[in-house]
């Protein structure tokens, strides 16, 4: 059964993990319904969304559970068991990485290597995941760029950098990483690893909820507020600029 505490109005999960960044700070999400299996959270730390399965009862489960031994021996569905796990947009975890991938990897397949380390990530076993992931990301994988961001950004598996974390997002926001694009906005308002910058702020939360980021639509009317007309029409006018060509001329210094 599913733990849950209590705060005001806000749902706080006990016991779950962001797949995303591995943070305990979640709660349900207010906004997503998860569907009839699945409960949908939102990280307070990197503010994405993920879905875990959920059950209603243990008569469900030892109902649901007879009938699917039944069919899974009928059919040879057994030969190993799968654990249940969290489910991850960027990750294919369903079943442990298979000694043929493994090989694939290992000589050097890119979405192997990034599906082998999230493999990694979702067990929180950050050390390997790191590995796996940056190895992948030197070969250009676009996901592998991102996440190896992650890691930096929240020091999974690797010391907390965030140069080195807005360099990977950059990279990854080229490639129209929309998660990337966010991020680089909010390190741009706060001054993670660059200078503050409300121009680049504003241009990077601009690009990200044009391409569907809901967060970063939030992120860019609070931003609109505080910021002057001279400052909005220079923002805007960077967002236009990189929206012509994101594979390489998305903003990158703060313009003169």
């Not at 591995?22 to 997503?32: A, C, P, Y």
């Not at 990034?114 to 190895?135: E, P």
Request: glycine share 8%; net charge positive; aromatic share 10%.
């Amino acid at each position: 059964m599913e733990k849950t505490e209590y705060q005001g109005r806000a749902t706080v999960a006990s016991g779950r993990t962001c797949p995303h960044c591995g943070s305990t700070d979640v709660r349900k999400s207010q906004r997503r319904a998860g569907g009839l299996f699945r409960t949908t959270y939102r990280c307070r730390q990197c503010k994405r969304h993920f879905k875990v399965r959920v059950y209603w009862g243990y008569g469900i489960i030892a109902a649901s559970a007879l009938a699917v031994l039944v069919a899974g021996v009928s059919l040879g569905w057994f030969s190993s068991p799968d654990a249940i796990q969290e489910t991850h947009t960027a990750v294919q975890a369903a079943s442990e990485i298979g000694p043929d991938e493994l090989a694939l990897a290992q000589k050097g397949d890119a979405a192997m290597q990034f599906k082998l380390g999230m493999q990694y990530w979702a067990r929180l076993d950050y050390q390997k995941a790191f590995n796996w992931i940056k190895v992948a990301a030197d070969r250009g994988h676009p996901e592998a760029i991102y996440q190896l961001g992650m890691a930096y950004l929240y020091g999974r598996g690797t010391i907390q950098n965030y140069k080195y974390a807005h360099q990977r997002f950059e990279q990854a926001a080229k490639l129209n990483n929309h998660e990337a694009q966010y991020l680089l906005g909010i390190m741009h308002r706060d001054g993670m690893g660059v200078p503050v910058s409300r121009d680049l702020a504003y241009a990077w939360l601009n690009i990200a909820a044009s391409n569907g980021n809901e967060v970063a639509a939030l992120e860019r009317e609070r931003m609109a507020v505080i910021m002057s007309p001279a400052e909005m029409a220079r923002a805007q006018e960077i967002s236009l600029e990189a929206m012509t060509g994101l594979s390489g001329n998305a903003p990158s210094a703060q313009p003169k």
